[in-house]
């Protein structure tokens, strides 16, 4: 019998915004957009400073998640995803007594680096690396005249080597005596394997980054997990990881341990707040007309609150509730260590498949009631799953810049470079436990915000 | 004697008791899963020097109530026949009705490579007294994604009248030339709770061992909530008939001659059932037209009606099983050319037959009622 732990995905809130399917979508995909669009979480950490030389080229980030959606063309243009060496793995979890309910693990399995229908975190941590293409009928139906637009993403020419290790998101982790199950560390270890064995081969010329959103309460005490982790470190793959979105309960795991880049959550004051209300920013004012529909953006298409920079930023800066802290007594002998905060309240992208959404594969004809050519939805999603693909963007960056930086030169430039957070508490108008209104987000010292939140501009730089 | 005589009129009266109550004695209820015929064994690698191997197959359960928490037992062996490891797993599902398959999928890993065989050592099943829930499948079709892995993908709907919660899709995969289970795959709907009416997707992917397109595949929906005695079997077929055997009478017809013409239309056990078969028929160089085939004892007939003399008839049958999968054979067509009366045979084989049937009653009766007519 082997010890598992069944993982826990980092996104704790998911809320349907809006959803979208369009036939004209096809006609300028990736041929032509006239505007492309940066995003509030962008601003918070200064992407729109970072010298453009330096886009991600030539860096490949293996996103460990779900694999991406059989839709993911809608999305994505074809040169982004490496498909060449997408793959997936998976454990498959079996009942062993039926009284005891003793469940044990049959082999890590191969599988596809393509997610089912219900499975799109993965779709949506690797729009936040390299950008998405962006199109909402209902925008249009609300008289809002916004064409179809590409979304910026942190490292635009990023390569996302897509590897699933996590089943069905939505799903527990076991099911019934057949079994099926959420994911495992030795799944996980796996593909942390796979991704070292292209780095040290068919990438050998080339920088890597594991990109983890993904996080359970408990380490692997096998080990399997950890050594998997050194390997890719020592080959020289840089490996970035959720804090876990358990807030005061401690990180999770693989993101606490002290060797990986953990990344915890932050949000920003202003998120949902309308520009130019007579109260303006200072004033609780929720706006429920169009800025709601396109909040997240940050252009001159429609007013929008710039994000301020540093030092002034710290006053709009809260650390999310969920936001994983350091508990050194979370799990005894295994210590903790949070390194940086990224955005990651609320983070607009891909989402199709959301319960709710029957999203059939656009290459399959008359399929389900959405039959439009090429159906996609989009949501926004908080956890620090959103927040970890932020660092490896912008570590992706740093690398195309300089490739020989290795995993503790990486954390220690991202560290030295990142704003500190103070200790305090804001309100804020937000979507929390009791729906929309007024919350206040409390935290304390370095254990909640670890050095602080990045700043691309000055990483980069500094690299 | 008289007592003697009495009781064995008794014995009488009481036999006959129970040989006329007997319908009405409940009869024990048979529990019986057997394996099916149709298994496989599969080695895959996993990625560089890790290697995996699969066993595939169904049982059925051939008695009288739906039993659950069936477990097959795999032993594998190597070169020798020695065993190497022995594994059990539950069949992917979960309820199993009378009549009805399961699939069953048991892994191993072997990066050495030294299994070479399997065998099954263990069967076993509970009877339970779980109740179907009415799901339908809407829609289903498979497809292989870029990365050369089979998908399953489709709609579910709840027809019933209460929810149903993690609905279940099993699909199981066929070879199409010896029908033999090569892949499994199992996941759930993107809803996890259906309402009554309610529809949900699905896209469910084999894992393990990369399934190719030509395969067939059956897909089976069923609800966790037979746990409280609610159940699915909801079936897709993906497999088309088998027209088996095709024979027309007479093979070489004169201008006065119809030709019947029967097909043989089978259907896996696990599949559908034939649903219609047409003839498709034309005359030399005219369009094919059609004739819908009727069943008569398992068998399809249809009759060509008599054609002019010299023309060349030819004809192929078409199947459709109820989820529409459609045969046809053969490729060419048949055909047979319509012969000038006086070279054709006097009589047909079954016309010939007829008349030596007649002849033997003839003969019979008169036999019986010799001595009366002499």
């Avoid at chain 1, 050998?204 to 996080?215: A, L, R």
């Avoid at chain 1, 990986?260 to 007579?278: A, H, K, L, Q």
């Avoid at chain 1, 799953?385 to 963007?393: E, G, I, L, Q, R």
């Avoid at chain 2, 070479?116 to 099943?125: A, G």
């Amino acid at each position: 019998m082997k010890k598992a732990i069944l993982v826990l995905i980092s996104a704790i809130l998911v809320l349907t915004l809006v959803s979208s399917s369009n036939a004209a979508w096809q006609r300028f995909k990736g041929v032509y957009v006239d505007f492309s669009y940066p995003t509030w979480d962008s601003d918070m950490i200064n992407i729109e400073n970072v010298d453009w030389q330096y886009t991600g080229e030539d860096v490949y980030v293996a996103v460990l998640d779900t694999g991406i959606t059989p839709n993911w063309r809608d999305y994505f243009d074809k040169e982004r995803i490496a498909t060449e060496y997408g793959m997936g793995f998976w454990q498959p979890a079996h009942m062993v007594d039926p009284v005891t309910e003793e469940i044990e693990f049959g082999p890590v399995t191969p599988c596809s680096y393509i997610g089912s229908t219900g499975t799109c975190h993965g779709t949506h941590v690797a729009s936040t690396i390299i950008g998405y293409y962006y199109q909402e009928p209902y925008d249009w139906a609300y008289g809002l005249g916004l064409p179809p637009i590409y979304v910026d993403g942190i490292a635009p020419d990023v390569k996302i080597i897509p590897v699933k290790i996590l089943h069905d998101y939505h799903f527990p982790g076991y099911t019934g005596p057949a079994g099926v199950v959420f994911g495992t560390d030795w799944a996980i270890a796996a593909g942390i394997d796979y991704v070292t064995s292209l780095k040290l081969g068919p990438l050998h010329d080339n920088p890597v980054i594991i990109s983890m959103s993904i996080g359970g309460p408990e380490p692997d005490t096998t080990g399997v997990l950890e050594q998997s982790i050194d390997n890719a470190i020592a080959a020289g793959v840089i490996v970035v990881a959720a804090a876990g979105n358990d807030g005061l309960e401690g990180m999770d795991w693989p993101g606490a341990y002290p060797q990986v880049i953990s990344v915890g959550s932050t949000g920003w004051r202003y998120e949902w707040w309308w520009p130019g209300d007579p109260d303006g920013p200072d004033g609780p004012y929720y706006a429920f007309g169009y800025r709601y529909r396109l909040w997240w953006l940050q252009s001159g298409y429609y007013p929008y609150i710039d994000v301020a920079e540093a030092p002034d930023l710290t006053d709009d800066v809260y650390v999310s509730d969920f936001s994983g802290r350091e508990n050194q007594n979370r799990f005894p002998g295994y210590p903790q260590e949070l390194d940086v905060l990224a955005p990651g309240s609320w983070v607009r992208g891909p989402y199709p498949g959301l319960p709710g959404y029957s999203h059939i594969p656009w290459w399959s004809p008359n399929w389900g009631w959405l039959n439009a050519p090429i159906p996609g939805n989009f949501y926004y999603v908080g956890g620090t799953s959103m927040a970890t693909p932020h660092v490896s963007a912008v570590a992706a960056r740093m690398l195309e810049k300089n490739p020989t930086l290795n995993q503790f030169a990486v954390e220690a430039i991202l560290e030295s470079t990142a704003l500190p957070i103070p200790p305090g508490s804001m309100t804020i108008y937000d979507a929390g436990a009791f729906g929309w209104g007024w919350y206040t987000y409390d935290w304390g010292g370095s254990e909640a915000t670890g050095y602080g939140l990045i700043q691309a501009d000055e990483a980069v730089d500094a690299a | 004697m008289k007592a003697v005589g009495k009781l064995l009129i008794l014995c009488i009266i009481l036999f006959l008791a129970l040989i006329l109550s007997y319908p009405i004695i409940p009869s024990r209820a048979e529990t019986t899963v057997i394996f099916l015929g149709n298994h496989s064994m599969i080695r895959a690698p996993v990625y560089g020097l890790l290697s995996n191997v699969y066993v595939f197959g169904e049982v059925q359960n051939v008695g009288d109530v739906p039993v659950n928490l069936t477990r097959v037992t795999v032993t594998f062996l190597d070169g020798q026949g020695f065993p190497i490891d022995s594994i059990s797993r539950y069949t992917k599902l979960n309820v199993i009705l009378p009549g009805k398959t399961a699939p069953f999928e048991i892994a191993i890993q072997d990066s050495d490579e030294r299994i070479v065989d399997y065998s099954f050592s263990e069967l076993t099943f509970v009877a339970t007294t779980a109740k179907p829930i009415k799901l339908e499948l809407l829609s289903c079709n498979s497809y292989l994604d870029s990365g050369g892995w089979m998908h399953v993908g489709g709609t579910v709907k709840n027809i019933a009248d209460r929810n149903a919660t993690y609905v279940k899709l099993i699909a199981t995969f066929y070879n199409t030339t010896n029908g033999k289970v090569i892949g499994v795959a199992t996941d759930y709907a993107n809803e996890i709770e259906l309402e009554a009416n309610q529809t949900s997707g699905f896209d469910i992917q084999v894992s393990g061992v990369k399934v190719p397109a030509t395969a067939s595949s059956v897909v089976v929906a069923e609800s966790l909530e037979f746990l409280s005695e609610m159940h699915s079997t909801v079936l897709v077929d993906r497999t088309p008939p088998d027209i088996v055997l095709v024979a027309w009478n007479p093979q070489t017809p004169n201008s006065t001659q119809q030709v019947k013409v029967n097909a043989t239309v089978v259907e896996p056990s696990y599949a559908s059932g034939v649903k219609n078969v047409t003839l498709w028929y034309k005359v030399n160089d005219a369009p094919f037209q059609s004739i819908s085939m009727q069943k008569q004892n398992e068998q399809w007939t249809a009759v060509i009606a008599p054609q002019n003399e010299g023309v060349t008839v030819q004809f192929f049958i078409e199947a459709f099983d109820k989820e529409q999968n459609k045969a046809v054979h053969p490729s060419p067509p048949y055909y047979y050319t319509v012969v000038n009366k006086s070279t054709a045979p006097p009589f047909s084989p079954e016309i010939s037959i007829a008349l030596l049937v007649i002849i033997v009653i003839v003969a019979g009766v008169l036999i019986k009622y010799r001595k009366k007519l002499f």
